[in-house]
Antibody, heavy 114, light 112 residues
């Protein structure tokens, strides 16, 4: 059974780097024709796609965030990670990792505040 | 970017009655491989999104058959044949035909 779990700090200071990890069980993130990605949802608002990994190798990012985002993979741990640089209060959101779109983590709230 | 526009944004419904949500795309969602990658997600209060329908009309595993998707090209619809109390939440359409992947604004389904 597919299970995804986000982990990382819940509070990040402005201008610093947001770092989250998604641990996957029940499927291999390095095989198969699947997109593994990150989506975020500001409080009370809709969903925004951040970016994803495909086939465990190629990455695609939302152009609105591309200059500040990196998604990477650790195949030995079956994890993929998100780094969002130079954060501001506008980056405060619940961050979800997902096997797009069939399986979702529970989400983790990240607040950007000093 | 492909813009997905949902209507209505809010839908008060009576238990046991049908409900329908529309999703219109700013451009065709037909992929070069011939498939149309339009999905519908449900987000219940306080929970992550859950996949209901993928590739326009394929119901995901475990989804009740009262949910159905239809459409083609740029116009898509999610229908609930008989609304139940557990269907309350926000519904999103999502396209993964073209990068960047995009979502509709969401439609809030509430019981009247």
């Amino acid at each position: 059974q597919l299970h995804l779990q986000e982990s990382g700090p819940g509070l990040v200071k402005p201008s610093e780097t947001l770092s989250l990890t998604c641990t996957v069980s029940g499927a291999s993130i390095s095989s198969g024709d699947y997109h593994w990605g990150w989506i975020r949802q500001p409080p009370g608002k809709g969903l925004e796609w951040i970016g994803n990994l495909y086939n465990g190798v190629s990455t695609s990012y939302n152009p609105s965030l591309q200059s500040r985002v990196t998604i990477s993979i650790d195949t030995s741990k079956n994890q993929f990670s998100l780094k969002l640089y130079s954060v501001t209060a506008a980056d405060t959101a619940v961050y979800y990792c997902a096997k797009i779109a069939t399986g979702w983590g529970q989400g983790t709230l990240v607040t950007v505040s000093s | 970017d492909i813009v997905l526009t949902q209507t209505p944004l809010s839908s008060p419904v009576i238990l046991g009655q049908p409900a329908s949500i529309s999703c219109r795309s700013s451009q065709s969602l037909v992929h070069s491989d011939g498939n149309t990658y339009l999905s519908w997600l449900q987000q219940r209060p306080g929970q992550p999104p859950r996949l209901l329908v993928y590739r326009v009309s394929d119901r995901f595993s475990g989804v009740p058959d009262r949910f159905s998707g239809s459409g083609a090209g740029t116009d898509f619809t999610l229908k609930i044949s008989r609304v139940e109390a557990e269907d309350v939440g926000v519904y999103y359409c999502m396209q993964v035909t073209q990068f960047p992947f995009t979502f509709g604004q969401g439609t809030r389904l509430e019981i009247q």
